[in-house]
Structures are given as structure tokens and as C-alpha cells.
């Protein structure tokens, strides 16, 4: 966004400066221009009064001639006499010029006894010489005229040099105030707007408590940053408040279902043969309620649990796990296998990556079938995958979309031990660091990928 300030504010202090140094420019080419005119109108005029005798009363033009090619090479110029009529009497030493129907007009306006018009701006894209005449004689109608033709070669050079300064000095000024000026006016702006962004990434990254500062910039988004901390207050209070009644809800369920469990199990002294089966099933259903009640509390503590970001060796906690998971696995006659493809570091909280590994274990000696369970960790890109695949019948696109909400069961493992709610947790204790959770087609099976933000830096950490 600071670019795209900067591209707003430098065409303008262009365009201001431009607009400063246009008068400057246009006043140094007429002023030079100027004084090449009045220097050729003070020659010919010189000129005009020595020629109109000759003309007159057919003196010797000698003198004449050499005085023309002595201004020419003073001036820069072609000079030469006209009669009455426009013919050339007395030739310049150059060749002739090449701008005839100019020359035409400045020797019809001197014989009409008119002064020579200062011509156009020498400016360097114009190339045409000035073209000047002064008639011969003090009134009355002029016997001829002196004619000059002068390039503007040095004129134009002149002025282009001095363009050049001007645009070096602007683009000198230009540079200074966007060092000195526009940067910290842009970061004064945007400062802001850069705070809030990283509230929103930290509150993103679970620091619900996070703020933005109140103060600096300007007053609009001083409110904004008010408004943003105030939203985020509202809504850390909201989720707190959640947080709070789903754990003490869980906890004041516990006293009351152990209660009932105890009375329960008095009552199996106490009841007839035929009613030991429905006992038993209260039974089951109490410890059912109870394991969803502890799986509840685990969910609230996740969402409400900030987490302790470290350097993490990611392949030696799978390795870890697999380790503690192992005999689970094998009594359940599958097999566990490991890969570990690079030593690869993840910035995350080390319970959150066990845990959410537990979930998914689990899940995949649920559902698997019996069969092999792999587990792997490499890195792609800017991540590190751990992938738990099993070879069980995996879910469809649908139940992978939905297969991470809370208490969500696949139609055909209803009867199957569980509360629906592993890999929600092991969803939100990821998320707490900045992670995430994939499902995907193992084809067969279902593959879960645990997703974690590569460490930049590998102190590694357990």
C-alpha cells in the first residue's frame, strides 16, 4: 500500500514541480532569444543607414560589402541588400539561404517601412533562423532593405542546456522530498494501518488479548484503531464467555454423572437377572456421557489455551508418537509405519502437534480396518506435512468437507466407539499456531495432513 501511495504522490510533486519550472524555462528562451534579436535588428539598422546612400545615389558599394561579411562573421549570419523591388543588389559571401518565402515576407513588411517583428521562441524542437529586415532611409518609401538571415543553432543550445539543468534540479528536488518528505508521510499514514494488519495476524495466530496502539496517523484511522479494539474486545469477551459455559458446563456435568454411575452400580446388588442387561446399558451410555463430557473439556481447554510458539524438530515428535502409538496399533493387528524425509523444523507449540497427532492416530486405527496406518513428515514449500494415511474406506469429497466440524460421524460408523470431536480439536489446536488440517483422498483411505509454518531458523526445541 506504501507503493501504491507513493505512485499517488510522486506524479503530483512531479506535476507541481513541472509546473514551477515551466515559467522559469519559457522566461530564459525569450530572454535569450530576445537578445539575439536586438542584436541582429542593432546590425542591420547599422547597416541600413550606411546602405541607403549607395542604393540612393549609386556610391561605392566596396565599403558595403565588406562591412556585410565582417557582421556576418560577428553575428552568425547571412546578410545582404535589396532594391525597391525585393532583387538582391549587393550579395552576401554565403551561400544562398534556403527559407525563401520567409524572406520574402520580412522584405515586403521593410518596404512597407515597417520594423522587423521579433520572431518565435528559439526553442530546441525549432529549427528555422530568424529572418529580419530593416528598410534603407529615415521615411518616405524606402529605396531597399538590409535582409539577415541568422541561424539559432547557439541560441537553441543554450536553452536546451538550461532545460537540462532545470530537469536535473527537479528530479534532485524530486528524489529530496520523497526522502525527506513523502516516505515519512507515507509511513506516518499508513503506520496505522500496518498496526492494525498485525492485530488482525496476531488474533489470526491465537492471541485473542492482542490490541493495536490508539495514537499516530491520521485521526480517521486513529478511530479505526479504536474501533478495531474495541471489536476485538467484544469479540475476545464472546468467545471467553463460550469458552467459559462449555468448560463448566462439562464440569458441572461430571459431579451429577458420577453421582448417577455410583447409584447405578448399588443398584446391580439389588436388581433381578432379567434386568442385569438393561443395567448394563445404562451403564455404557453413563460412560459414554462421561467420555464425551472429558472430550468437551479437551476442546474447551484447546480453544482457550494460547500457544507456546518454538523451533520444533517436527520428524522426532512423529517419531514419538508412533512410538507411544505402536503397541495400540499392533495389538489391534496393523502396522505402523514411519518416514521421515529431511530434517524438517516447524514454529509451532509441541502439546498442540501431539495432540492433534493423538486425534488423527486414533482416527486412523478406528477406521482403517485393520490395516497398515503410515505416517510421514517432509516439507513442501513454505510448510511441513505430517501425513497419517490409512488404508481403511477412506470418506467421500463431502464427508472430507464436513468431517472436521464438531460431533460430525460418517453415516456408516455410527456404532463405532467415539464423540466426533477428535479432529475438531486437533483442528483447533493447530490453528492456535498458526497451523492446519487436510483431508484428503488416500486412495485408498483417507489421508490427514498436519500442516505446520516452516521455521526460518533451525534452533530446534522439544
Do not use: Y
Amino acid at each position: 500500500m506504501r507503493t501504491r501511495l507513493l505512485l499517488v504522490l510522486l506524479p503530483l510533486l512531479a506535476l507541481l514541480l513541472v509546473a514551477l519550472e515551466t515559467p522559469l524555462a519559457q522566461s530564459h528562451a525569450e530572454r535569450l532569444s530576445q537578445e539575439r534579436f536586438l542584436k541582429l535588428v542593432g546590425a542591420i539598422e547599422e547597416l541600413a543607414g550606411i546602405a541607403d546612400p549607395v542604393l540612393r545615389e549609386g556610391g561605392d558599394a566596396r565599403r558595403l560589402k565588406a562591412l556585410l561579411r565582417s557582421t556576418e562573421r560577428i553575428h552568425d549570419s547571412r546578410l545582404f541588400v535589396v532594391d525597391d523591388v525585393g532583387d538582391v543588389k549587393i550579395p552576401s559571401g554565403r551561400d544562398d539561404p534556403a527559407n525563401p518565402g520567409a524572406i520574402a515576407r520580412a522584405t515586403a513588411a521593410a518596404l512597407a517601412g515597417l520594423s522587423p517583428d521579433r520572431p518565435a521562441t528559439a526553442w530546441p524542437w525549432r529549427r528555422e533562423p530568424f529572418v529580419l529586415a530593416a528598410p534603407l532611409g529615415d521615411g518616405g518609401r524606402p529605396p531597399g532593405a538590409v535582409v539577415a538571415v541568422a541561424p539559432t543553432a547557439g541560441v537553441r543550445r543554450e536553452i536546451r542546456d538550461r532545460l537540462l539543468l532545470l530537469a536535473a534540479a527537479g528530479l534532485a528536488v524530486l528524489l529530496l522530498a520523497t526522502f525527506v518528505c513523502l516516505l515519512p508521510l507515507a509511513r506516518w499514514v499508513l503506520r496505522p494501518v500496518d498496526e492494525l494488519t498485525s492485530g488482525v495476524q496476531r488474533i489470526t495466530a491465537g492471541e485473542p488479548d492482542a490490541r493495536v496502539p490508539e495514537r499516530g496517523g491520521p485521526p480517521e484511522l486513529r478511530g479505526l484503531a479504536t474501533a478495531f479494539n474495541a471489536m476485538a474486545a467484544s469479540v475476545s469477551r464472546a468467545l471467553e464467555r463460550q469458552r467459559a459455559f462449555a468448560a463448566d458446563a462439562s464440569h458441572q456435568l461430571r459431579n451429577p454423572l458420577t453421582a448417577l454411575r455410583l447409584r447405578l452400580d448399588s443398584l446391580a446388588l439389588h436388581i433381578a437377572p432379567d434386568g442385569e442387561r438393561e443395567l448394563r446399558s445404562a451403564l455404557d451410555e453413563t460412560q459414554r456421557l462421561s467420555t464425551t463430557i472429558d472430550v468437551l473439556l479437551r476442546l474447551a481447554r484447546a480453544e482457550a489455551t494460547a500457544a507456546e510458539m518454538t523451533v520444533l524438530d517436527v520428524g522426532r515428535i512423529a517419531a514419538g508418537r508412533v512410538e507411544v502409538w505402536a503397541p495400540a496399533v499392533a495389538a489391534a493387528g496393523a502396522e505402523l509405519m514411519l518416514s521421515v524425509t529431511d530434517a524438517c523444523h516447524a514454529s509451532c507449540d509441541a502439546s498442540a502437534i501431539e495432540q492433534a497427532l493423538d486425534a488423527v492416530l486414533d482416527n486412523a486405527l478406528k477406521f482403517g480396518d485393520g490395516a497398515a496406518v503410515e505416517v510421514s513428515v517432509a516439507q513442501h514449500g513454505d510448510d511441513v506435512r505430517v501425513r497419517v494415511r490409512d488404508h481403511g474406506p477412506g470418506l467421500t469429497a463431502q464427508e472430507r468437507s464436513a468431517a472436521a466440524e464438531r460431533f460430525w460421524r460418517s453415516a456408516r460408523d455410527q456404532n463405532v466407539d467415539g464423540t466426533g470431536l477428535g479432529l475438531t480439536i486437533a483442528r483447533t489446536l493447530l490453528e492456535t499456531c498458526g497451523g492446519r488440517l487436510e483431508l484428503h483422498d488416500g486412495r485408498p483411505g483417507l489421508a490427514v495432513d498436519i500442516v505446520l509454518p516452516l521455521a526460518d531458523q533451525p534452533r530446534v526445541s522439544l
